[in-house]
Nanobody, 119 residues
Framework: QVQLVESGGGLVQPGGSLNLSCTAS????????MGWYRQAPGKQRELVAA???????NYADSVKGRFTISRDNAKNTVYLQMNSLKPEDTAVYYC?????????????WGQGTLVTVSS
């Protein structure tokens, strides 16, 4: 079994920064996509950022220019550097890994980490 463990959430003032991390343990290889999602109270979960094994990245329009996703493949870790945080960024953030090894269609979610942006 594979587990994703997240860290880095917390309380930050508007305009501040946080760096989230997510590390996989267990048998997972050649991770095609590492991504971050978030879910605010009463809202649907939405994609924040994703990074493919080929080096491509994708961001939600609401975070472009403020957030940066990066991968450390040797450590099976993904990061989300969040700058210029806004109150509307407040949400539970979940990491997500997608792979075809050791099985096709393997998808794993982190437990979530709460980010609160408030003065």
């Amino acid at each position: 079994q594979v587990q994703l463990v997240e860290s880095g959430g917390g309380l930050v003032q508007p305009g501040g920064s946080l760096n989230l991390s997510c590390t996989a343990s267990g048998r997972i290889f050649r991770i095609n996509v590492m991504g971050w999602y978030r879910q605010a109270p009463g809202k649907q979960r939405e994609l924040v950022a994703a990074a493919t094994s080929g080096g491509s990245t994708n961001y939600a329009d609401s975070v472009k220019g403020r957030f940066t996703i990066s991968r450390d493949n040797a450590k099976n870790t993904v990061y989300l550097q969040m700058n210029s945080l806004k109150p509307e960024d407040t949400a539970v953030y979940y990491c997500n890994f997608r792979s075809n090894w050791p099985e096709r269609g393997l998808e794993v979610w982190g437990q979530g980490t709460l980010v609160t942006v408030s003065s």
